[in-house]
C-alpha cells in the first residue's frame, strides 16, 4: 500500500513465496492516497485482508490509525506492516530493522571496532539507527545534509552512542567498520550520492538500502577502494520474512532463487 506504488516488487516477491510454498492467497500492490488511508486500513478486515505492508509515504502515518503498535516500531517511529488480528484490530510492526540487519548477517558482515556511520536522518534512517543500535554499536556517527536533523535524531534516540556530523566532515569515518547509506540518493531518477570515501578504512562494510540501481555508485566506489559491499535488495527480501509469516503463517527462506525471480531474471 503506497502513493504511488506500481514500482513496488513486494507483490513479485510475495507472489513467488505464496507459489513456494502452495498457499491459496494473493498479494496485491495497493494504490491509496494518503487522504484515503485511514479509512482504506480500517476497512481491510471487512474485505478479508491478513494486512498490507506500508511504504511511502504512508509509514510514519499509519502510526496513528492502527490499534496498537509494536515497541520496536514505537521506537523507530514508523510502520512498515499491518496484522489485521482475528477481532478485526490493526497491529502495526516494522520489519525494516530486521531486514537491515539480516541483510548484513547473510552477507558475513561482523562487528569489530564498534564504529558505525550512518548516511541520513530520514524514516530509513531511522529503522537503520535502531539495527545498529540492537548490534551492540557504542559509537554511531550520523551524516545528513541538513545537520538540524541529524542532531534531533540522535537526541531522540541515544545522545551517548549517537553523533551527529556535516555532511563533508570526513573523521565521521575513521575507525568505522560500517558505512550503511539510508538516503534516497543514487537511487534511479534521484541526485547522486557523492562523499568521499578517503578516510574509510579499507577493511570497512559499505551496504545501500538502494537497490536501483544495485551497484549503485557508492558501492562501485567501495569496491574499487578494495571494501566489501552489500547491496540494498537483500534487505527487501529479509524484512518481508516477518511479514509473509504474520500474514500466511510459514517462515519463508531467502534463497538465491528467490533472489533471481525479484530481479526478473527468471520467469
Known amino acids: 500500500m503506497g502513493w504511488p506504488v506500481e514500482h513496488s516488487l513486494s507483490p513479485r516477491l510475495h507472489g513467488y513465496w505464496l507459489k513456494r510454498y502452495g498457499i491459496d492467497g494473493d498479494y496485491v500492490a495497493l494504490p491509496v492516497s494518503p487522504e484515503n488511508l485511514r479509512e482504506t486500513l480500517k476497512s481491510l478486515a471487512d474485505k478479508g485482508f491478513n494486512g498490507v505492508n506500508l511504504t511511502v509515504p504512508h509509514k510514519e502515518a499509519a502510526l496513528a490509525i492502527v490499534d496498537e503498535i509494536e515497541p520496536l516500531a514505537q521506537r523507530i517511529g514508523a510502520i512498515n506492516t499491518v496484522i489485521v488480528r482475528k477481532d478485526g484490530s490493526l497491529y502495526g510492526r516494522n520489519t525494516d530493522a530486521y531486514g537491515f540487519h539480516h541483510n548484513l548477517l547473510e552477507a558475513g558482515f561482523k562487528r569489530t571496532r564498534n564504529i558505525a556511520t550512518l548516511l541520513g536522518a530520514g524514516g530509513a534512517a531511522r529503522a537503520a539507527l535502531a539495527a545498529l543500535l540492537d548490534m551492540g554499536f557504542t559509537d554511531i556517527r550520523i551524516i545528513n545534509r541538513t545537520r538540524d536533523k541529524a542532531e534531533k535524531l540522535a537526541e531522540e534516540f541515544d545522545v551517548k552512542k549517537i553523533t551527529a556530523y556535516a555532511w563533508d566532515n570526513p ?33 570497512a562494510w559499505v551496504t545501500d538500502m538502494v537497490y536501483a540501481p544495485l551497484q549503485t555508485d557508492l558501492l562501485q566506489q567501495a569496491v574499487q577502494r578494495g571494501n566489501k559491499t552489500v547491496d540494498g535488495l537483500g534487505m527487501l527480501l529479509h524484512q518481508a520474512c516477518p511479514a509473509f509469516a504474520a500474514f500466511f503463517g510459514i517462515d519463508p527462506e531467502v534463497t538465491p532463487e528467490l533472489r533471481a525471480y525479484v530481479l526478473g531474471k527468471t520467469a
Do not use: F, H, V, Y
Open 171 to 203: 573523521r565521521a569515518l575513521e575507525g568505522s567498520d560500517l558505512l550503511a547509506n539510508a538516503t534516497s540518493l543514487g537511487l534511479k531518477g534521484q541526485p547522486p550520492l557523492t562523499i568521499s570515501l578517503d578516510a574509510l578504512p579499507t577493511d
